[in-house]
């Protein structure tokens, strides 16, 4: 299995639905994280969660709704969302500690549409 | 705040071709760098990092030395294929900061022509 595994990897959604995008990792790691990637901007950090508590959220709009119920998987949940949504989301985890760099790895991404 | 800045692309070469893809950032203290790569369709992936000044970081004949001096990280290649086709991110940790608040530089799109 891959490191870090993103389900599903297509979503289209309309603006009233409710949908989630899943991640697990395989590595051990300590800490997830989910990022934006939009075109023509740098990757934005949405939300991080270290050993399943939430540790930082950076303003990041309430239709997005995050969910760590163990160190391994990593939810986001979608509800009302506008097509200005529309992006690849990015799952990444990583071992943080005094002798790790923290480098992250990354799933391969959830391609969302938003009509 | 800390910054990243990448060349702009994208940056088109002939297979062969020499590669440079520059890259500077601001930062408090002393950050990690690191190169990422992302091919179509896929997540983004570590290409090499760098630790501490002067370090030299080496991957699939990538390389990239930490300049403090000029604050500088800069990707070569010194003969590119066409599999090396993808975007290019430059990223910083700065030092002491807090879990996965890596600073990603634009990303530089790099093509490469057989």
């Known amino acids: 299995e891959t490191g870090v595994t993103q389900t599903p990897r297509h979503l289209v959604m309309g603006m009233t639905n409710k949908k989630s995008l899943k991640c697990e990792q395989h590595l051990g790691h300590n800490a997830m994280y989910w990022y934006k990637q939009s075109a023509k901007k740098p990757l934005e950090l949405m939300f991080v969660?270290?050993?399943?508590?939430?540790?930082e959220n950076n303003s990041v709009p309430s239709r997005f709704s995050p969910e760590c119920p163990n160190s391994s998987h990593l939810f986001l949940h979608l509800h009302t969302l506008q097509p200005e949504d529309s992006a690849l989301y990015l799952c990444?985890?990583?071992?943080?500690?005094?002798?790790?760099?923290?480098?992250?790895?990354f799933g391969e991404g959830s391609r969302l549409t938003v009509l | 705040g800390d910054s990243v800045t990448q060349m702009e692309g994208p940056v088109t070469l002939s297979e062969e071709a020499f590669l440079t893809i520059n890259c500077t950032y601001t930062?408090?203290?002393?950050?990690?760098l690191f190169w990422y790569v992302q091919y179509p369709g896929e997540g983004l992936q570590l290409l090499l990092k760098?630790?501490?000044?002067?370090d030299k970081g080496s991957n699939k004949g990538f390389e990239a030395t930490y300049r403090k001096e000029t604050t500088s990280f800069h990707l070569e290649k010194g003969s590119v294929q066409v599999s090396d086709s993808a975007v290019y991110f430059c990223a910083l940790k700065a030092g002491g900061t807090s879990y996965g608040k890596l600073t990603f530089g634009q990303g530089t799109i790099l093509t490469v022509h057989p």
């Open positions: 760098a630790t501490k000044a002067d």
């Open positions: 969660y270290n050993f399943k508590e939430q540790t």
């Open positions: 990444a985890s990583s071992q943080e500690g005094s002798l790790n760099t923290g480098e992250l790895f």
């Open positions: 930062a408090t203290g002393y950050p990690s």
